[in-house]
């Protein structure tokens, strides 16, 4: 799988069916989910590709992933990558 740039303003609009969990711009609402604000864009990408094709297991992402095109991914991908992350690790 090749990755692209992918274009942040388009995840954006595709990331409304991600905020009741990740949240509007990558800071999960709640601790069990993982926060994806900052995180590396290939990490982001591959996860995704890995939840659509079956090789990552998770009943609720893998239904997610399942109607996401490469483009979608990576434009979610690059969303996300752009978004500020955690400055320090916090314990839970």
Known sequence: I?????NAAEG???SVV???CHGATGVSVQAIYPNLAGQHQDYLSKTLYNF???SRQNA???GFAANLSD?????L???YASQSGL???QDK
């Open 71 to 75: 483009t979608d991914i990576e434009d």
């Open 2 to 6: 090749a990755f692209s740039a992918g």
């Open 77 to 79: 991908s690059a969303w």
């Open 52 to 54: 659509r094709d079956g």
């Open 18 to 20: 991600c905020h009741a």
């Open 60 to 62: 609720i992402m893998s």
């Open 12 to 14: 954006k609009n595709e």
């Open 87 to 89: 400055t320090e690790i």
